[in-house]
């Protein structure tokens, strides 16, 4: 089974500083920690991927019609100050562990070590539809 851990960052509601004024050893603990989580997941073989997110400043929406020239634009930013910082996506055996990980992820260290409760938003990666129903 695939999943896909859709990482939020929510300074207001952990109460934490946003990461960017962070200092750098909090900042450092934080990145070992991913890396650490990472390389766990390599190891136990149920890492297929993750990567982190630019931030909102740098988001496109693109909408096309099938005509002309598609539209682009900065946003839409939603009222809070949640953002969607990064991804990771594993092949376990069962829910529980895709809960158990995401658990993990979500107890990342913010500053002065305090876990930050992210919200880790879990999704079930699907197959494409069958071409033939």
């Known amino acids: 089974m695939r999943f896909m851990l ?14 960017w004024e962070w200092s750098p050893e909090d900042f450092k603990a934080h990145i070992d920690f991913q ?42 930013f939603s009222e809070a100050k949640e953002l969607l910082a990064g991804y990771i996506t594993v092949d376990v055996d069962s829910l529980d562990r895709a809960i158990e990980i995401a658990a993990k992820a979500s107890a990342a260290p913010g500053p002065n070590g305090v876990p930050l409760g992210e919200h880790i938003e879990l999704r079930e990666v699907l197959g494409a539809p069958d071409p033939e129903v």
């Open 6 to 19: 859709l990482k939020h960052y929510a300074p207001v509601e952990s109460g934490a500083p946003t990461i």
């Open 35 to 76: 890396h650490a989580h990472m390389a766990e997941l390599t190891e136990t073989g149920e890492l297929v991927d993750a990567q982190g997110l630019a931030g909102p400043d740098q988001v496109k929406v693109v909408t096309f019609q099938g005509k002309g020239a598609p539209v682009v634009t900065d946003g839409p």
